[in-house]
């Protein structure tokens, strides 16, 4: 919004000097309409400069969040340009090699907490389920990729007690091959 009132402010400022030169040309007939002009330029040069300053701001904000939204599916950008943001190369993969798991609210009001999960086979993961209630049903794991497309679900019978731990084995379609940079929903 700054930059707007700038830009309104300046081209004003330009606006009346040029209208003040053409008056003093024009119906004053006089020949000292060179300062309004010089003062119009000057204006009409900060807005440009402004202008340009502004433009390259915003396409640097956005080219930079272009980077950031992209580099997960480039080796995190490796390490999100590694001058950028001081990271190393090796920090950044490492932080997008992991699967984000995400536990549905209504599971977790029946008790239900989820551990580590591990990826032996493509094809299989051992989700450890915590119970912190009784609970008898169904659990379903559904798998998305990278580009948030559903690769693979599976859903087992689990029953435990308030207290207990341990994990289930939830197997897919032989064709799933579980990424390490997926997103995993328990529902």
């Not at 086979?121 to 009784?134: G, H």
């Not at 599976?154 to 897919?172: C, D, H, L, R, W």
Request: glycine letters at 8%.
């Amino acid at each position: 919004m700054l930059e707007i009132i700038i830009l309104f402010v300046l081209t004003g400022i330009s606006f009346l000097f040029i209208l003040y030169a053409l008056f003093m040309l024009i119906i004053k007939k006089k020949k000292s309409f060179k300062y309004p002009i010089l003062i119009s330029i000057v204006a009409f040069i900060s807005i440009g400069c402004f202008t340009l300053y502004q433009t390259a701001t915003k396409t640097y904000n956005k080219i930079d969040d272009l980077l950031v939204k992209g580099a997960s599916k480039t080796g995190e950008i490796t390490g999100k340009t590694v001058t950028a943001f001081g990271k190393s190369a090796y920090d950044g993969v490492g932080t997008v090699l992991k699967n984000k798991t995400e536990i549905q609210s209504s599971l977790k009001q029946k008790g239900i907490e989820v551990g580590k999960i591990l990826n032996e086979e493509n094809n299989m993961l051992q989700v450890y389920i915590i119970f912190n209630k009784d609970y008898k049903g169904n659990v379903t794991v559904r798998v998305k990729d990278i580009n948030n497309e559903e690769i693979g679900r599976s859903t087992v019978y689990v029953e435990g007690k308030s207290g207990q731990a341990n994990y289930k084995s939830f197997i897919f379609n032989q064709l799933t091959d579980i990424p390490e940079q997926s997103t995993i929903f328990i529902e």
